[in-house]
């Protein structure tokens, strides 16, 4: 049997523990990327230069300005081949962004020009209130409410310019690399060329071949590349794209993910501290990684914040091919970057700001908003390669539960599967799937069970049988039958979702019962089962780079290259679908996918992949998530306690700190890895762990509001300093510590060994509490750094003076069993005597919240004379105009179906934290007296640190549905 041939090598080459070694000659360099190549080698051309002016300017009788709407198109032409002609479209949408189109027109051949189609929610309105002004050189428009802002576009050399006062804010083509190289006959493309304009020294450089000066003096793998023993075939010859984006003014950008590295990217051109090659996006599964290096890794979003104290700004490439992107902080006051990708049109959002919030927004109404998760995928979920029978899944949760620790969802990797032909049971370990399901589900748990996209080829696995009748594959490059390439299940093809055809087949096969069709479906699961989606960028483990050929044809005759990055993320939504098909009513789906690109927070959670059980990894999978929610996908983990390797102890619990202050909460191992299942540690690291996951379960109401939010302003789930205090330039590096959505809690996970305290940035002039003994911090003005107890059993965990929090810390064995829990109220007082909060809650696992049927609070403390006023209100009510999941709330009605389902659930406690005097009556308006306790703190006069002074108000009874008022008078 080949496959297990193959398979038991593969376990042989990752059975060495702690030897950790990425495969780096798996994977290309810039210098190993012909277009790559060609890209930087235009770049160091233009820095050689005495002079240097973009070959590319705009025709002048082409152009045309719409009379109804911001949009003007015109021509644009290179002085290198005067017969080849681009359309540029620039046009302004009416919340201010600016997007710049470009395409080679008349062309042999089509660039790939659908990347946005799949990543925009829908094509972005125009507006029509601003008009172009045009002068000699240029085109000028103002635009904003108080007409700050402006886009320039200059003519001769081409440059687009958006400022905002006279601030250059993004300059586009401004060093002069925009290159799109254009379709070209194999064997005449030396013909018909002009001397370029302006080139004084280019003439020695001509008498080798005319564009040199720009082009270079040969065709460097312009028809075909090998890379070790694969060759790319090219069929349509040089086709990449270049072109230089600088931001004079912001000397930190974030995004492009996916790479292990800082938040604030290092520069990739020289300065220190620095990388060699450029940040790559192509999506692959490197065997491994490293946790330093821009090296591309699962996903990809080519979209990034320009920072610095004045304002933020952002791009967003919709490109889906590889690309490469160099970064320079050249000076302390700028950024450059310069974009490589090897197929598709430039298709470039410029997003204005100018706060991080305004960027969050523009990008949000592009690509769409994370989308608001079952509540039950915020509670903690146990993964493991592989819990390896129904039975053991059985015995795992029994242990879950006789230890007291809670956890929502159990999850079978690939070897639940016969022979990895995904959904199909192997009958000896799992003869009672359905059964298993059942038991699981009997504690209101949830199964993730892995479906990969690999079919395995055998007319007996009917997913495959059903692909190929319905042609629906990938194909090789010859456009013909399909590709055959080796992945787990041996000899594999894989699905075409770029192919309509596809979807509804696919949606089909998970529904839980007998298809009227008579075609195959998924009857041996329940509803209670949901999907991780692994392999997708493709993993191909015979294929270049252990991907697909990039000559591989998908549907409409696109090669795999120029939708490679897409990929994954079109996997993703069709199980996404699917889930959403499989019930009437629909229940939230929850899909993991390893791979990812911009639109990809539409569908559910990503994490980043197989990381190592080393200290680094812990450190660098934090940053990764932060950089991951700056590109819109907030729902994210990192696999707790490393995929890879044997964690000690030490270092297990404090991978459970991380993993229980990230959006996605799972601890995931590799089959060669002893069982680390938390109830198997020694004291006192089982009981510190029970204590984390105990904190995770309480906190999930601040988790599921942060959430709500985020599934309406994009703002991250978590965010980072730069994001919360965009003015202080102290934490514009940091991306070690980050506050929860706005809930006011920091945390600052401690990823490092023998650690006793951590030092922790408070960036204003405001008291923090220690959220667990209310230790009093107090920051500074002009930022300050505390030092904080961080023994193993403490996570440094933060409430800002000013919140309110809502918990609910009744332990129970899974989220779903704490519907009618009462709330715990912090209220955490600022330094003038109030708070605020949010809470929102739903059913957590339906839609009826986007018909009204929810709960949205706001919760207040205000300190006047003698009285301190503790309220609940409909925030609701308060904010009509606002929206929950995308849906306005005008018709919001207080008394809805799931508010009356929750009247019996009230608070059951409030503290409040940072009360400098002993009350001497506490009482609900217009309602009885209530019993209440104060402890004395050491800082009670706000001005010393110590522990803060506490009022416990007990019961007080108050439905958490309703508006009250309770009165503390001193
Ligand atoms: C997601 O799937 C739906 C329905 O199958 C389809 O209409 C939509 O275009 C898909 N979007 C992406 C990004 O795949
Ligand atoms: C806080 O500590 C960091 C790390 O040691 C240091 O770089 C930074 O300058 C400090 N910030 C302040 C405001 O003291």
Redesign the pocket.
Known sequence: MYSLKLLGALVLLISVPQTFAVKSHDFKTCSQAGFCRRGRALASRAKEASSWASPYSIDLSTIEIAHDSAKFTAQVKSSLYPDVKFGLDVRLHTDGVVRVRMDEIDALKKHYDEAASWALISEPKVSKSMKWSVGKTEFRAKFGEGQEFEIVVQFNPLKIVLLKGSKEQIVLNGQGLLHMEHFRPKKVEAEGEQKPEGMEDAQTVMKVKPNAWFEGEDEDAYWEETFGSWTDSKPKGPESLSIDISFPNHANIYGIPQHATRLSLPSTTGESPHFEDPYRLYNTDVFEYIASSPMSLYGSIPILHAHSADSTVGIFHAVGSETWIDVSHATDKSTETHWISESGILDIFLMPGPTPADVFAQYARLTGTPVLPAHWALGYHQCRWNYISSDDVRTVQKRFDEEGMPVDVFWLDIEYSQDHKYFIWEPKNFPDPVDMINDVAATGRHMVVIVDPHLKRVNEYPVYKEASERGVLVKPKSGEGEYEGWCWSGSSSWIDFFNPGAWDWWKSLFKPYQLASGGWSWTQSTEAVHIWNDMNEPSVFNGPEISMPRDNVHYNGWEHRDIHNINGMLFSNATYQALLERSDPPQRPFVLTRSFFAGSQRFGAMWTGDNLGTWEHMEVGVKMVLANGIAGMSFGGSDVGGFFGNPEPEMLVRWYQVGAMAPFFRAHAHIDTKRREPYLLDQPYKDIVRDILRLRYTMLPVWYTAFRETTVTGLPVLRPHYVTFPEDK?GF?LDDQYYIGSSGLLVKPVSEKGATEA?V?LAEDQVYYDYFSHQVYRG?A????VTVPAALHQLPLFIRGGSIVSTRERPRRASTLMKRDPFTLRVALDKKGSARGELYIDDGETYSHRNGEFIWRQFFADKRKKELRISSKDLAALRPSDAVDGVALKTFNPANEFAKSVSGVRVERIVVVGLGSKPKSVKVEGGQTLEWEYTPGAASNDKKDGAAGILIIKDPATPIANNWEISVQF
């Open positions: 102290n590096d030092s940035y500074s002009k930022g300050k750094n």
